[in-house]
């Protein structure tokens, strides 16, 4: 098995590397369903997304006492708790087949809240996917022009965080989608 890693910021020399042992667990259905997170509101909340009242018994079941700023500062943790948490809100506000943003100008600002809360997360591995689901929501809408660049940012995200080249299974989808799209604005333009 092999695994492709992003640096998201500058790694300098003697600088101590970290990776989530969270990970792990959560892909283990018995696990997760003993920490109630199994129907987490979104898939996409694993594991980077999690606020400290699911990441903590994760850690525990490794017994591990993490030290990293966010599980020891406790104003920083509530304050990334607090953008987690809206997160998961507007992410089920935008993908909420029942209620969805009843304007283009309303999804564009739950979009550009979200996209803000997981850039202040650095919670940048998971954008591809929010992009793909915006880029739908706003073909649905009717706004081609920014279902295109959410399908284009999908596509570029897959690809610098994904680990993902050309062939790989969700670029293709979103390079289909992106195909949709411009089917649409063609379709406009008659």
Not at 138 to 167: H, Q, S, V
Request: aromatic share 6%.
């Amino acid at each position: 098995m092999t695994m492709d890693v992003v640096a998201y910021q500058d790694i300098y020399p003697g600088q101590e590397i970290t990776i989530s042992c969270n990970f792990i667990l959560v892909l283990h259905p018995t696990i997760a369903s003993l920490f109630s997170l199994a129907n987490s509101p979104s898939e996409k909340d694993m594991p980077l997304g999690l606020p400290t009242s699911q990441r903590t018994p994760l850690l525990k079941v490794w017994n591990i006492t993490c030290t990293c700023r966010l599980c020891t500062d406790p104003a920083f943790r509530a304050s990334s708790d607090t953008r987690r948490l809206r997160i998961r809100t507007l992410r089920g506000r935008l993908e909420d087949a029942d209620t969805p943003p009843g304007s283009r100008s309303e999804a564009a600002a739950l979009a550009d809240e979200l996209l803000s809360l997981l850039d202040e997360e650095r919670l940048w591995s998971q954008v591809g996917e929010d992009y793909e689901a915006l880029a739908s929501l706003f073909l649905e809408l009717g706004d081609t022009t920014r279902a295109r660049r959410c399908a284009e940012m999908a596509i570029e995200m897959w690809k610098e965080y994904g680990g993902a080249d050309e062939t790989h299974p969700q670029v293709l989808l979103a390079r289909w989608f992106l195909l949709k799209v411009k089917r649409e604005e063609v379709v406009e333009g008659l």
